[in-house]
């Protein structure tokens, strides 16, 4: 039994089994025996106690009384039989039956065990001998291995998931483990005290223990649940069942049975709060229903059971208006009426739903559409459930019949307008529907164009353009104006302004692309009328002042050379404000023959003649370049840098001895002019044409009238000559754009493309 036991288990089992039990070894001491021991011989016998010391009939039964025919007894040796009479009371005695076996330990130096097992029998005194004697009774019946059988009985205990403890006359005499740890206890603390040292554990179990006193003196049991908590740990359950297990009407012997029902105990309220969720749930439901807007009716077998707020309003009537009666009393006289005639909610299973549009009648006498779902459900017990959701369709039908009416004008107006509409699948480009007055722009018959591609209704080049402006249109996702101008038979072309318009569907994508064009041939050709006859009229009017102000400068610059002509002493100075006057005044005389900015190279020419005739020398005007001619002047540019190159020639001129002819040279290329005027003379050592300060006159003039960003003046010596160089760059100086792209842009503002032969 050591073997399998632990001795603090052995102990305890030892003390819980019912039959006499006493355990000694070879020499005789006894090592344990349990209370039963005690209670049949009538004497305690405890651990330590020699059988020697023992009475007659204790040793009889333990076989002590034969020490040699004891000790020769083997484990594997059948049991020794012995029985003994002792007398009770008067006319009676008790026989006592003993068997002993030999225990053999596992370590084969230990000395053998020996375990006796007393039976005891009630019998007449007369009728049994007095003497006891110890006997190998082969014909006994046999009795099993009591070491087996505590082993299996502890085995059995100990796995059980209920916590088990036996009681004898309030005392706990034994219990497993897991009752211990149900009750939070030190292991073996309370075995053999009284059940009173379980109060303090926990205030639950003081009122428990009266409980179950008093319960199992009235009933013999007690059954109950209830909750314990350990410190550190959630409280748990447990059910309690007590039990009388001795005879007599004094509780003597009970066994308790602790069983942990925290996990069923928290599904039991899982299950209650499930219940509760679900009513409430319930009761949210509802109130979701009663603020929609459908009309929702619930029936069962007696009728209609409820219904929601706009059920309600759609009716005319209350719940209680409706309560128990059948659908049909809202229904039309229609035989067939969805309300009336129910077979469809037959084959319909659970969770399945019947679509249908009927009319329905309320209290109030209106009668209008609804279209409804029929949802079939059944309950626990198998009952069936109808439940309809209505919703008041009338608005929509009456909307439905606006909107087709509508649609039908808007077909006609289509039709009737002077303008080309039709309207193209965004996907594919082919043409869905279109008008009379875009086949006159597709120039196919409108029967034979709905569904084609672009190229199969314009051609190939026109298809291939059309595609590209729609294609455009729809990845830009906004409208797209386009002008072309379209070959004609009759008028030589036309003029169509169309806008492509992507049309977005219930998706959020474009489905559809809307094309509207219109022929604007004469409204373009007025606006071109009214545009030139605006442009002559202005340019004659700028003719007009410029040919004024040219006048008003010469007289200016004749004023002035009288009163040089009076005055010597300031004939020089008047003389360089009245070449400035005049070369003013060629400016705005070139201007009056001009239709648009003036040309660079009019400009030289005409300073260089105003310069050579004031101070009669010859002035030699050179071009390089295939660009020449293509430059031109800004209107805000012309006089700063005319008044630049009169300063220029008349320096050269007044610096220039002799009569060496003045060159002056214009090169100009794709990206800029270079102006060189060359003149016989010498530079001052070390002059610079930066240290130059500004004035009104000369080179400090030249600096102060040249703009700074685009333009760059240089005096350089070269040989016995001076050469002074403008370099002029745009923005001061522009190139003239083709006369044909100007004139459009300037007519029109507006792109217009020009439709493919």
């Known amino acids: 039994m ?34 039963a021991l005690s209670a049949t011989l009538g004497y305690a016998t405890p651990a330590g106690t020699h059988l020697a010391d023992c009475p007659p009939a204790m040793q009889r039964l333990c076989g002590w009384d034969a020490p040699l025919t004891l000790l020769t007894l083997g484990p594997e040796d059948p049991p020794l039989h012995a029985h003994v009479i002792q007398p009770r009371h008067q006319g009676s005695a008790a026989k006592l039956c003993s068997q002993v076996w030999a225990q053999a330990e596992s370590d084969s130096s230990q000395p053998t065990r020996f375990l006796c097992a007393i039976k005891e029998h009630s019998v007449q005194a007369e009728d049994v001998e007095a003497t006891a004697h110890i006997t190998s009774d082969a ?32 005392r706990l005499v034994r219990c497993n483990q897991r009752f211990e740890r149900m009750l939070g206890l030190t292991p073996g603390s309370i075995v053999g005290q009284g059940i009173v040292a379980l109060e303090g554990l926990d205030p639950r179990i003081d009122q428990l223990i009266s409980e179950v006193s008093a319960s199992i003196r009235t009933h013999g049991h007690y059954e109950s649940e209830i909750e314990l908590s350990k410190p550190g740990e959630l409280a748990r359950w447990y059910a309690l069942s007590v039990r009388l297990i001795g005879p007599g009407p004094q509780p003597s012997e009970t066994i308790a049975v602790l069983t942990d029902i925290t ?116 309950g626990e017990a198998n009952q069936r459930h109808v439940t309809y959701a209505l919703l008041d369709i009338d608005r929509r039908r009456e909307a439905e019949a606006q909107s087709a009416e509508a649609q039908a004008t808007l077909q006609r107006i289509i039709e009737m307008a002077p303008m080309a509409i039709h309207l193209v699948d965004a996907r594919n480009l082919h043409l869905i529907q279109a008008n009379q007055t875009a086949a006159e722009f597709m120039a196919v018959d409108l029967h034979t164009a709905i569904g084609q591609p672009p190229e199969i209704l314009y051609g190939p080049e026109r298809g291939k353009l059309l595609r590209a402006d729609m294609q455009a249109a729809l990845n830009e996702a906004h409208m797209v104006h386009r ?13 169509w302004d169309v806008n492509y318009l992507p049309l977005v569907g219930d998706d959020d994508n474009t ?34 002042v410029h040919h004024r102000i040219k006048n008003n400068l010469q007289g200016v610059a004749g004023l002035l050379q009288q009163i040089a002509a009076r005055k010597p002493e300031v004939a020089p100075a008047i003389a360089e404000v009245v070449g400035q006057v005049q070369a003013i005044a060629q400016v705005y005389g070139l201007q009056v023959g001009s239709g648009g900015p003036l040309r660079l190279r009019s400009v030289v020419d005409a300073i260089a003649s105003s310069v050579q005739r004031t101070f009669g020398r010859t002035i030699s005007v050179l071009v390089d370049g295939a660009h020449v001619d293509d430059w031109q002047l800004p209107e805000a540019e012309s006089i700063p840098i005319a008044l630049s190159l009169n300063e220029l020639l008349t320096n050269a001129l007044k610096h220039g001895p002799g009569s060496t002819p003045i060159q002056c040279t214009v090169q100009a290329n794709d990206t800029a002019v270079r102006i060189n005027i060359r003149n016989p003379g010498y530079l001052k050592e070390g002059f610079s044409v930066d240290r130059v300060p500004g004035g009104v006159s000369g080179l400090g003039l030249v600096r102060a009238l040249l703009p700074r960003r685009s333009a760059r003046l240089t005096v350089t010596q070269d040989g016995a000559y001076v050469l002074t160089s403008v370099d002029l760059a745009p923005p001061g100086i522009k190139l003239a754009p083709p006369q044909q792209t100007q004139a459009q842009h300037e007519s029109t503002g507006r792109q217009t493309t020009l439709w493919p032969q």
């Not at 632990?6 to 209370?35: K, Q, T």
């Not at 309220?269 to 439901?285: K, S, T, V």
């Not at 101008?485 to 009759?490: A, E």
């Open 2 to 35: 050591a073997a399998h036991m632990s001795p603090l288990h052995y102990d305890a089992w030892f003390d819980l089994v019912p039959l006499a039990l006493i355990e000694f070894n070879e020499h005789g001491r006894v090592l344990r025996a349990n209370s």
């Open 139 to 170: 014909d006994a019946a046999p009795v099993p291995e009591m070491g087996q059988l505590l082993h299996e009985l502890s085995t059995i205990l100990e796995s059980t998931p209920a916590g088990i403890a036996y009681l004898r006359n309030g």
């Open 263 to 378: 996990h069923t105990r928290s599904q039991q309220a899982q299950l209650e709060a499930l219940g509760r969720d679900r009513n409430l749930q319930a009761d949210r439901m509802r109130a979701i229903l009663d603020s929609v807007f459908v009309g929702i009716v619930t029936l069962d077998d007696r009728g209609i059971a409820w219904m929601n707020r706009s059920a309600r309003r759609m009716f005319a009537g209350n719940l209680s208006d409706f309560l128990g009666h059948p659908l049909s009393t809202v229904a039309t006289p229609d035989l067939d009426h969805p309300f009336r005639l129910t077979d469809y909610l037959d084959d319909l299973r659970d969770g399945q739903s019947h679509t249908f549009e009927c009319q329905v009648v309320g209290r109030d006498g209106r009668v209008f559409w609804v279209v409804g779902n029929a949802v079939v459900t059944y």
């Open 483 to 495: 002008e072309y101008k379209v070959p004609s038979k009759t008028n030589g072309h036309l003029v």
């Open 511 to 544: 489905d559809q692309l809307l094309i509207v064009a219109t022929d604007v041939t004469a409204q373009r050709a007025a606006e071109q009328a009214r545009l030139e006859a605006a442009i002559a009229q202005r340019e004659m009017l700028v003719r007009e």
